[in-house]
């Protein structure tokens, strides 16, 4: 399946009508969440790099307008207008790692509006699902307060992209290493894990399969000691840790039940042992909440593994998706928007800007106004003419990215349960022009044109 066909078939009919009603001039949409899921103080913007690389690709070749022709159940000649369209517009965005909030575009683009109809389904995808997972990921890194996490979350992701987001996305906010090989490989994170207790299970005893694990193994190992009876398993694991000298950079693993009492059990254990290097690793779904509890109570949990970071897994139960939207704001020069019943679907008017201050005090602005004093001008142009205009993000610039921001967040809004995220403030020039459009709109509705 061609990437470009996987889109909502209504941007495929917007298209083909804009083409042939010749409406080809600029247009900007912008994409944000229109309020932040419960529990969320902020987001971190995330999914800009692939989006890149899929903008890159864009091109409707032969065999895609044949897959919409027959979804559309039309002859393919009817549909040949969309031949050999590519993205060759403008894109201007936050940069990945950095923090977001309700109502702040993640990204804008400016092209013929057919183009950039057509990329909206696969922009809100990849943008709304991993700012999802990252944000889910921070905020382990929060409720962990300074102990490494390890993302293990490739066999309960929703596939092994998806696992392949998460274990990059894990990274930028902080997280130590993965279990997943390919993406530990792809972007040089430090590859994690031990054994199954299927491992155990397959031999006679699990003191025997902690000494073949280990004689495989010359390196530190982490023994899982809850296959059968957690601290009779533990008692086992120190005896051979012991009987080896093998104590710096080894670990027993918790995979579930009262997690604070087995590792008050287990480190008194190992300190009776002399292993008083031998670190307590816990896992079994927890989330930043069950990490956050864990770490208030004082248990002597050395490294939490989280299994399921995919946001469309068990990772982000909690807010599994975000209220995001791709709405038009300009068209040939003529600032538009949407009027609702309510004021929860109105949009503002025109391209945008966000400019921050000190404690994520921001300013959603006009794109072309100056910045207030203080402040910076976070949406960046990535793409011009439908080129990248920079080389490819790091990994690390990224994560520089998140520090200095989550450095900047206010206390509030970084706690776990119940977190108060900062509003934006709108400058006078974009509230100004909002009222002026809606104004106008309003007119045309009363009057009927």
Do not use: W
């Amino acid at each position: 399946m061609s990437q470009v066909t996987a889109t909502d078939l209504r941007e495929v009919t917007m298209a083909l009508s804009y083409l042939r009603e010749d409406m080809r001039a600029p247009a900007t949409f912008s994409l944000f969440v229109r309020d932040l899921p419960p529990g969320r103080g902020f987001l971190v913007a995330a999914g800009l790099e692939p989006a890149l690389d899929h903008l890159s690709r864009f091109r409707l070749g032969r065999s895609d307008v044949q897959e919409f022709a027959q979804a559309l159940r039309r002859p393919a000649e009817e549909l040949e207008p969309l031949h050999g369209l590519s993205f060759d517009g403008q894109v201007r965005a936050v940069p990945e790692g950095r923090l977001v909030l309700a109502g702040e575009p993640l990204l804008e683009v400016t092209a013929p509006l057919p183009q950039a109809q057509l990329v909206a389904t696969s922009l809100l995808s990849l943008l709304c699902h991993q700012t999802a997972v990252a944000t889910k990921a921070a905020r382990c890194v929060l409720a962990a307060r300074g102990r490494p996490l390890l993302d293990l979350s490739l066999r309960r992701s929703q596939g092994p992209a998806a696992a392949l987001h998460a274990a990059r996305l894990c990274a930028v906010v902080g997280f130590a290493g993965t279990g997943d090989i390919a993406a530990a490989n792809r972007y040089g994170i430090p590859a994690a894990g031990g054994m199954a207790h299927a491992y155990v299970q397959s031999f006679p005893s699990e003191e025997d399969a902690f000494r073949a694990y280990a004689r495989a193994h010359p390196g530190p190992v982490t023994f899982p000691v809850d296959t059968y009876e957690t601290d009779r398993g533990v008692a086992t694991a120190a005896r051979v840790l012991g009987d080896l000298g093998r104590g710096p950079g080894c670990a027993i693993r918790l995979g579930g039940g009262d997690l604070d009492a087995l590792a008050h059990r287990a480190r008194a254990t190992l300190d009776a042992a002399g292993l008083r290097d031998v670190r307590i690793v816990a896992g079994g779904g927890l989330d930043e909440y069950a990490v956050a509890a864990l770490v208030r109570d004082g248990a002597p949990i050395d490294v939490f593994t989280m299994d399921a970071m995919d946001a469309n897994a068990g990772g982000a139960a909690d807010a599994p998706y975000l209220d995001a939207t791709y709405e038009l704001v300009e068209y040939d020069g003529r600032p538009v928007m949407r009027l609702s019943s309510t004021t929860v679907k109105a949009t503002a008017p025109a391209p945008k800007q966000i400019f921050r201050g000190p404690d994520l005090r921001d300013v959603i602005g006009l794109a072309n106004e100056e910045p207030p004093e203080g402040t910076e001008p976070l949406l960046r142009t990535m793409m011009r003419g439908g080129l990248r205009t920079e080389p490819p993000d790091t990994l690390d610039a990224a994560r520089a990215r998140f520090e200095a921001d989550l450095a900047e967040l206010p206390q509030s809004a970084r706690r776990v349960e119940d977190p108060v995220a900062p509003v934006p403030a709108v400058s006078t020039r974009l509230a100004a022009l909002t009222t002026i459009v809606r104004h106008r709109l309003q007119a045309r509705t009363m009057s009927g044109t």
